[in-house]
């Protein structure tokens, strides 16, 4: 990309947790003159009581508040895309709301990028963190709901063996500059 383009654009970065979203979203949206990174932990958290976590096998309640997460962060996203942002969501979208979530954001261009490094990966990277993402998922559980159950729409990287600068380089490189 070159050094002070404008873009336009709008990045949903998903993946287990400890896959590297978090890292990767903020380098990238620090790449564009006027970038923007939104958490969708933020949504979640937001909920200070009565939230109800998802899990491999979620309550109503669950699934209902995590389409209201995914909702916020895509009108959130929308909102600074509309006013000449680049924006780079982060979120756990994994299953068949991978589909919905891409329709969620009815802006263009929209680049799904799913980090997915390997198992073996995921597991010492949360084994080296103070809190761990899986509170209510086992490590496997959620990297096989990724395998499994989510469709290949978008970019799908594995990042075992990159730096998160290097996967910015990728993403941009396969997305934006192509």
Do not use: N
């Amino acid at each position: 990309m070159e050094p002070g383009r404008e873009v336009r654009t709008v990045f949903l970065i998903t993946g287990p947790s400890g896959s590297g979203k978090s890292t990767v979203a903020r380098l990238l949206a620090e790449r564009f003159p006027r970038g923007v990174h939104l958490e969708g932990d933020f949504f979640r958290r937001s909920i200070v009581s009565g939230r109800h976590e998802p899990t491999p096998r979620p309550s109503p309640w669950a699934l209902e508040q995590l389409r209201l997460r995914y909702r916020l962060g895509a009108t959130v996203a929308a909102a600074y895309f509309d006013e000449g942002f680049a924006v780079v969501l982060e979120d756990v979208v994994a299953g068949p709301l991978l589909s919905d979530w891409a329709t969620l954001i009815g802006r263009s261009p929209t680049q799904v990028v799913v980090l997915l490094p390997t198992i073996e990966v995921v597991t010492a990277r949360e084994a080296s963190r103070k809190a761990s993402g899986y509170t209510r998922w086992s490590i496997e559980e959620l990297y096989d709901a990724f395998l499994d159950e989510t469709p290949r729409i978008g970019l799908w990287l594995d990042t075992s063996e990159q730096t998160p600068e290097q996967t910015v380089e990728d993403i941009l490189t396969r997305t934006i500059d192509r």
